[in-house]
């Protein structure tokens, strides 16, 4: 019991309604879920819609007719730990945090579903960025430079770039200089800008490689007036990563996981403004989504996992 | 004993359903897919049985003559969910509402559709772009073919419209509408969020056009349920059939029967299966 309420405590609760005691009105799997709790590592950069997601809570509330509670993780680690312990029925994380609760949890924990674009994609990618006025404009120019990583656990930020390094002949360890986790994407494009990197990986989305991008941790930022994106420069990119998942425990009462998925996919045709608040662009939707879907990363995970404990380390 | 036998035996019947007293089945009704009656086999009786299993409770599978059979079965509440066309749905659009769509490939979707017009152009209706020069942003049906049903049915008058500018990507497609080189640009929504969006939330880079019309387009066929059907219940159903395709592929292909031609199922708006003419 103490363990379980040291885990709930590292998880900051958003939003919740109703009282702590049981509804003595609920039957069924209702009664047996008594209430929803939903993490959330993802949309740190952006306040507005954080305060926004009351409104999202109160829609699953509807949906499910159960009280809804929302929490937001400190950091990546948070969320998969309170998902294991069961404190969680369901969660929205990264695809390289996916792999993680997965690999503790196996098959108790599943994605449901992941943002599609109206192009039927399904995909972010992660960047290497440097400031705009620094003489970097290829990879190379990194040789022996300093780089930020955003967490052991993000798959933009970490896992996926340092697999594509390798797959392109540049063992990340050598190729740098010097590395270091900078705990998250903002601190990570703060750092840069303070100039305590030479670069740093980062999430991008809406776009690709060849259109560029227009959504992302530096977007993200520079909505909130911290940075301008000018001032940051992408010289590498890697991906598409099979988009962040909402996951949830595969023990919970199937009506729940069912109304649940739907719920969430119906919203950008039931609710568009909710869709709009949750900060997904207006056009996608959501696409169902399978443990399959995450195999790649999935494996980048556990070698990398392997290579760290053989010696490697993202700290030299 | 014995006089159990015969309802077991029939409990053993592929597409025969016995129901547990008191527990009121879920009736779906579907014309036009060969059900013969209320007796289904094959991937019908797949999908009837996923429903059942994922429902936890007893689930009819009825066909009928035709789609406004179906629609009157609904009206009549002797049904909980029909697949319906634009035609039948007219009939039941007062007290029911569209809650799946099929998804035609993984890529195509029945993609939210927009026109856009430089502000100065002085247009403002969809009517007003006869002989327009139309301008995609993309070669693929969710970039070109879908966004142009969709204001065509929504009253664009794309029958007199121009040879089209067709560019592989948002940029040059936003720039050859500003520089006028074509009349309307006819895109995606995600396009739209992405030439759009700016970092500086004060400044709207598409501030110099006019967004004429935004929907999607009207559904050929959908899952039809009564508005009356609690939401949560509604979203459970919408669970249970996204994942067909992966999950019960059995069932999927009868659902790609009675919704052609799907390779899975969306989600869709209330009004997915009427023309949005505004």
């Given amino acids: 019991m103490r363990k379980r309420s040291s885990l709930l405590s590292v998880l900051l609760l958003l939003s919740a309604c109703g009282g702590s005691s049981p509804d003595p009105s609920l039957t069924g799997w209702r009664k047996e879920v008594g209430q929803i709790r939903i993490g959330a590592n993802i949309g740190e950069e952006n306040p507005t819609a954080l305060a926004r997601m009351e409104a999202f809570r109160a829609y699953i509330a509807t949906s499910t007719g159960l009280p809804v509670k929302l929490y937001q993780a400190a950091d990546y680690n948070g969320v998969i730990q309170a998902l294991a312990s069961g404190q969680l029925e369901m969660a929205a994380m990264?695809?390289?945090?996916?792999?993680?609760?997965?690999?503790?949890?196996?098959?108790?924990?599943?994605?449901?579903?992941?943002?599609?674009?109206?192009?039927?994609?399904?995909?972010?990618?992660?960047?290497?960025?440097?400031?705009?006025d620094s003489p970097y404009r290829t990879l190379d120019d990194l040789r022996g430079k300093s780089v930020g990583y955003v967490d052991f656990n993000s798959a933009s930020g970490y896992v996926y770039p340092r697999w594509a390094l390798k797959k392109q002949g540049r063992?990340?360890?050598?190729?740098?200089?010097?590395?270091?986790?900078?705990?998250?994407?903002i601190q990570g494009v703060m750092a840069l800008d303070h100039g305590q990197f030479d670069a740093i990986f980062l999430l991008a989305n809406t776009g690709t490689p060849r259109t560029g991008f227009t959504n992302g941790s530096i977007y993200a930022l520079a909505a909130r007036g911290l940075v301008k994106a000018e001032d940051f420069r992408v010289i590498w990119s890697a991906g598409p990563i099979a988009n962040s998942p909402y996951v949830m425990r595969t023990d919970r009462p199937q009506p729940l996981k069912d109304i649940l998925r739907g719920a969430l996919a119906a919203m950008p045709y039931d609710d568009p403004a909710i869709w709009a608040d949750i900060g997904i662009g207006a056009g996608s939707d959501m696409r169902p989504m399978q443990t399959a879907d995450y195999a790649e990363v999935m494996a980048i995970r556990d070698a990398e996992v392997k290579s760290r404990r053989a010696g490697g380390s993202a700290g030299n | 004993m014995r006089r159990l036998l015969p309802l077991l035996a029939l409990a053993f019947l592929p597409g025969v359903t016995v129901h547990a007293q008191g527990t009121a089945p879920f009736r779906v009704v579907i014309a036009d897919v060969g059900l013969n009656g209320c007796t289904a086999s094959g991937p019908a009786e797949a999908y009837r049985r996923h429903l059942e299993q994922r429902l936890s409770r007893p689930v009819s599978l009825c066909g009928t003559a035709d789609t406004r059979a179906a629609a009157a079965e609904l009206r009549a509440g002797k049904a909980d969910m029909a697949v319906l066309d634009p035609a039948a749905f007219e009939t039941v659009k007062d007290v029911a509402r569209?809650?799946?769509?099929?998804?035609?490939?993984?890529?195509?979707?029945?993609?939210?559709?927009?026109?856009?017009?430089?502000?100065?152009?002085?247009?403002?209706?969809?009517?007003?772009?006869?002989?327009?020069?139309?301008?995609?942003?993309?070669?693929?049906a969710p970039?070109?073919?879908?966004?142009?049903?969709?204001?065509?049915?929504?009253?664009?008058?794309?029958?007199?419209?121009?040879?089209?500018?067709?560019?592989?990507?948002?940029?040059?497609?936003f720039a050859a509408l500003r520089a006028g080189r074509g009349d309307v640009l006819v895109i995606n929504a995600s396009a739209r969020a992405r030439a759009c969006m700016t970092p500086d939330i004060k400044r709207d880079p598409c501030a110099d056009l006019t967004e004429l019309w935004r929907g999607r387009p009207r559904a050929a066929r959908a899952l039809v349920v009564r508005n009356a059907m609690a939401t949560g219940d509604r979203h459970q159903l919408v669970g249970i059939h996204i994942g067909l395709h992966f999950e019960a592929p059995a069932a999927m292909r009868f659902m790609a029967q009675a919704l052609p031609p799907a390779v899975a199922l969306d989600p869709a708006e209330a009004g997915a299966l009427l023309l949005d003419r505004r």
Avoid: C
Avoid at chain 2, 144 to 173: C, M, Q, T, Y
């Fill in chain 2, 143 to 173: 970039s070109k073919d879908v966004p142009l049903r969709a204001i065509g049915e929504a009253g664009a008058p794309i029958a007199s419209f121009r040879p089209a500018l067709v560019f592989e990507g948002d940029e040059p497609a």
């Fill in chain 1, 94 to 132: 990264g695809p390289a945090a996916f792999a993680n609760a997965h690999a503790q949890m196996g098959d108790k924990v599943a994605p449901m579903l992941a943002t599609r674009s109206a192009e039927g994609l399904s995909g972010y990618y992660t960047t290497l960025t440097v400031r705009a």
């Fill in chain 1, 171 to 185: 063992d990340p360890d050598r190729f740098f200089g010097k590395a270091a986790i900078t705990g998250g994407h």
């Fill in chain 2, 98 to 140: 569209a809650a799946l769509t099929g998804r035609v490939s993984a890529q195509t979707g029945r993609v939210l559709s927009l026109a856009l017009v430089r502000k100065a152009s002085g247009k403002t209706r969809l009517a007003d772009l006869t002989g327009a020069t139309p301008i995609f942003a993309g070669s693929a």
